[in-house]
T-cell receptor, first 116, second 110 residues
Framework: DARVTQTPRDKVTEMGQEVTMRCQPI?????VFWYRQTMMQGLELLAY????????DSGMPKDRFSAEMPDATLATLKIQPSEPRDSAVYFC??????????????FGPGTRLLVL | LAKTTQPISMDSYEGQEVNITCSHN???????ITWYQQFPSQGPRFIIQ???TKVTNEVASLFIPADRKSSTLSLPRVSLSDTAVYYC???????????FGSGTRLQVQP
């Protein structure tokens, strides 16, 4: 049963520290998404990649957030420096896109981030 | 951006059929309609996807009228474990297709 994995599952850090979240997409999927979920804003798309190339990161605060895919098995989301308002659950999802049609997104369990 | 509108919450009882309607007036020709379910402390999970008319799987049915400006997720004989938030998405590729609305919080009572 293929699944998206995310590490760490929980992270508590202090304001100003760097936070790195990792995601392993399902093997064979060519699209990776990063979402953030808070009570106030709901699920927000931060960025997504197709075939490891960033397609859209307009949802990310550019000055502090960065997303990369070093290889097909790893996606990273970094926050530097972190701020209390970044506290949220960060989800990674992967899927397969063909001919412009996005197939089902499979979500990971999320990383719960608390910035003090 | 394509926008979806759903009821904020719904209540039901075990064994009843639940229908959640989503409106998507700006749906484009290439867009598909996808529904996700999310339990607390978990990521959303795919339920069903359709383009037109009716789609049925082991979990739910999806009804899409001819104009495709709305869709209805039908959950037959709900149980307590169906208590969750249900999201409707219009997916056609690109950022506009990846906007989750506020979802519908379904509460199933015994």
């Amino acid at each position: 049963d293929a699944r998206v994995t995310q590490t760490p599952r929980d992270k508590v850090t202090e304001m100003g520290q760097e936070v790195t979240m990792r995601c392993q997409p399902i093997l064979g999927h060519n699209t990776v998404f990063w979402y953030r979920q808070t009570m106030m804003q709901g699920l927000e798309l931060l960025a997504y990649f197709r075939n490891r190339a960033p397609l859209d990161d307009s949802g990310m605060p550019k000055d502090r957030f960065s997303a990369e895919m070093p290889d097909a098995t790893l996606a990273t989301l970094k926050i530097q420096p972190s701020e209390p308002r970044d506290s949220a659950v960060y989800f990674c999802a992967s899927g397969f896109t063909s001919g412009g049609h996005q197939e089902t997104q499979y979500f990971g369990p999320g990383t719960r981030l608390l910035v003090l | 951006l394509a926008k979806t509108t759903q009821p904020i919450s719904m209540d039901s009882y075990e064994g009843q059929e639940v229908n959640i309607t989503c409106s998507h007036n700006n749906i484009a020709t290439n867009d598909y309609i996808t529904w996700y379910q999310q339990f607390p402390s978990q990521g959303p999970r795919f339920i069903i996807q359709g383009y037109k008319t009716k789609v049925t799987n082991e979990v739910a049915s999806l009804f899409i009228p001819a104009d495709r400006k709305s869709s209805t997720l039908s959950l037959p004989r709900v149980s307590l474990s169906d208590t969750a938030v249900y999201y409707c998405l219009v997916e056609g590729g690109g950022r506009r297709a990846l906007t989750f609305g506020s979802g519908t919080r379904l509460q199933v009572q015994p």
